[in-house]
């Protein structure tokens, strides 16, 4: 059976685990808010920046009343900013996990700026921030409008599962800004889900070159290498996504799936522990660690395994398999 470039596959059960980078992104979620001002009533609209890694991907204006709303978004940290010279800037990290839930609801406050008070202007990234992060005010004046709204058309369609057309969106948004490294990425994505792995590789290879503080493009680059056996590729992509974000629960994952196959086995269950830590709720992760504990002649960890994925993702699709195997684990005692 040939591996689809979709999942991750385990040799020792044929488990197909959690969902690669490319697939992993389809899922989506969204960040809901409301927006109020403290010590005076609510002026009107005032219009939001949603950030990932530093760069602004989209904004809005609220409504009238405060609330905004930003759809179709991938399993990341995000930041809420608001620049408005009526208020003190606000930056709020917000964390969209999407194996908690679908919808992150929060709240900001603005407060307003005193009168008196010389305006304060936004401050510069502090010394010995990653220096290739790109500044928010020249990434929108790097990236048109068109590219953005091309973009978000993009997220969409693939959050519709028209990934032929969210392809065609990601496109025209490289045309009209060729340094577009989240389209780059995006892109890639979908031609590994189509299995056109040599497209993907080159789009990966593009978002690294055009934005190398972002780890997203590193893990994609793994997982395609770890697709096609290329375990040093693979290990390389992951190391550099970790040394961008160390805490990546992903990250871990992938590296802890390497290990497993390359029969460093230790490595692998420290990884995914790793992984674990990090983020509890990636159910997955225990079925990578059933097959290392299966390879090692641990049934009783596996068991034990196979019992937290179920009890932590009774309804993943994978349930009904990994019920088969405890039975089969437990009735071999």
Same mark, same amino acid.
């Given at each position: 059976?040939?591996? +689809? ?22 899922? %989506?979620?969204?960040?809901?808010? @409301? ?26 204006? *609220?409504?009238?009343?405060?609330? %905004? ?31 908690? *839930? +679908? ?5 900001? *406050? ?40 091309? %973009? ?32 780059? &990425? ?8 189509? +299995? ?30 770890? *697709? ?20 990546? $629960?992903?990250?871990?994952? =992938? ?21 674990? $830590? ?12 059933? &097959? ?12 034990? @395994? =196979? ?27």
């Amino acid at each position: 059976m040939n591996p +689809s470039p979709r999942y991750l596959i385990l040799s020792s059960l044929v488990l197909l685990l959690f969902p690669c980078p490319s697939a992993f992104g389809q899922q %989506f979620g969204n960040i809901v808010g @409301e927006v109020h001002a403290s010590r005076s009533d609510f002026p009107g609209r005032i219009l939001i920046e949603l950030q990932l890694h530093g760069s602004p991907i989209t904004s809005q204006y *609220t409504d009238e009343q405060g609330k %905004f709303a930003f759809y179709t978004l991938a399993d990341n940290a995000y930041h809420l900013v608001i620049r408005d010279e009526r208020f003190y800037p606000v930056d709020e990290r917000v964390l969209l996990d999407l194996s908690v *839930t +679908s919808t992150k609801f929060v709240q900001l *406050t603005v407060t307003p700026r005193q009168a008196t008070q010389k305006q304060v202007p936004v401050p510069d990234r502090n010394k010995g921030s990653n220096p290739y992060m790109i500044d928010s005010e020249e990434y929108r004046r790097s990236f048109p409008k068109k590219a953005l709204k091309e %973009f978000d058309k993009g997220i969409k369609a693939d959050a519709e599962g028209k990934h032929e057309d969210a392809i065609g969106h990601y496109q025209k948004a490289i045309d009209i800004a060729p340094n577009f490294y989240p389209a780059h &990425n995006n892109l890639g994505s979908d031609y590994l889900a189509k +299995s056109d792995l040599k497209s993907a590789q080159e789009q990966f290879e593009q978002a690294i070159k055009l934005n190398q503080s972002d780890p997203q493009a590193h893990l994609n680059m793994a997982n395609l290498a770890l *697709t096609m056996k290329n375990y040093d590729g693979a290990l390389h992509n992951v190391e550099e996504a970790l040394r961008r974000d160390p805490n990546s $629960a992903l990250g871990q994952f =992938l590296l802890g799936s390497i290990y497993a196959r390359t029969e460093k086995l230790p490595e692998a269950e420290r990884a995914l522990r790793a992984a674990l $830590a990090i983020n509890p709720a990636m159910a997955r992760v225990h079925l990578e660690l059933v &097959n290392v504990y299966i390879e090692q002649k641990q049934n009783p960890k596996a068991i034990a @395994e =196979l019992k937290a994925f179920l009890e932590g993702a009774p309804d993943d699709p994978m349930a009904p398999h990994a019920k088969k195997v405890l039975t089969r684990l437990e009735s071999a005692r």
